[in-house]
């Protein structure tokens, strides 16, 4: 069965530095989403994303957030400048022309410093 | 607003008893999806079990099984014959089709050997 990866499973950082994290997402899907979820706390959305473009965004989602699909297959979110409330584990999930069922990523654990 | 709420942050249940798990949610969409996920320590977003709202009759895979009551917004988690390895968070989420997943905070479940 078609899978989400994502890459680093880890990401150690120190606050200020920028990090990219990256997602491999199912063949033909269309809808690509991002999401956090701090350590104890529920899963939260940050940004979806379609056609090139974000197409939905919380406030989380502020200007040290950015997301782009660079090379066709790749789809990453960036974090310019870490904080230490960065600290969490960041989910990829996309979804197919279906529509009824988000495939999430195993996530990627980021911690600041 | 989109709101979906687990009233129990934790439960237990003895081996091979069975155990029910509640998600309450608010909408006004009437298409729309729910979900179960479970998530155990390694951290990563399993899909347990998916309810279409259209559909009248509730969901089961293998022994887990949805009471689904739409009027009520009430979307239930039953774990029949509960095994040490179900020990986990369980996540409800609800999904208006096309959009983003809104999650509870989701129960933490111990199963007792």
């Known amino acids: 069965e078609p899978e989400v990866t994502q890459t680093p499973s880890h990401q150690v950082t120190q606050m200020g530095q920028e990090v990219i994290l990256r997602c491999v997402p199912i063949?033909?899907?269309?809808?690509f989403y991002w999401y956090r979820q701090i350590l104890g706390q529920k899963v939260e959305f940050l940004v979806s994303f379609y056609n090139n473009e974000i197409s939905e965004k919380s406030e989380i989602f502020d200007d040290q957030f950015s997301v782009e699909r660079p090379d066709g297959s790749n789809f990453t979110l960036k974090i310019r400048s870490t904080k230490l409330e960065d600290s969490a584990m960041y989910f990829c999930?996309?979804?197919?022309?279906?529509?009824?069922?988000?495939?999430f990523g195993p996530g990627t654990r980021l911690t600041v410093l | 607003a989109q709101t979906v709420t687990q009233s129990q942050p934790e439960m237990s249940v003895q081996e091979a008893e069975t155990v029910t798990l509640s998600c309450t949610y608010d909408t006004s969409e009437s298409d729309y999806y729910l979900f179960w996920y479970k998530q155990p320590p390694s951290r990563q977003m399993i899909l347990v079990i998916r309810?279409?709202?259209?559909?009248?009759q509730n969901a089961t895979e293998n022994r887990f099984s949805v009471n689904f009551q739409k009027a009520a917004k009430s979307f239930s988690l039953k774990i029949s014959d509960s095994q040490l390895g179900d020990a986990a968070m369980y996540f409800c989420?609800?999904?208006?089709?096309?959009?983003?997943?809104?999650f509870g905070t989701g129960t933490s479940l111990t199963v007792i050997p």
């Open positions: 999930a996309t979804l197919g022309a279906r529509t009824d069922t988000q495939y």
């Open positions: 309810q279409e709202a259209y559909k009248q």
């Open positions: 063949s033909n899907h269309l809808y």
């Open positions: 989420a609800y999904f208006p089709r096309g959009n983003q997943f809104y």
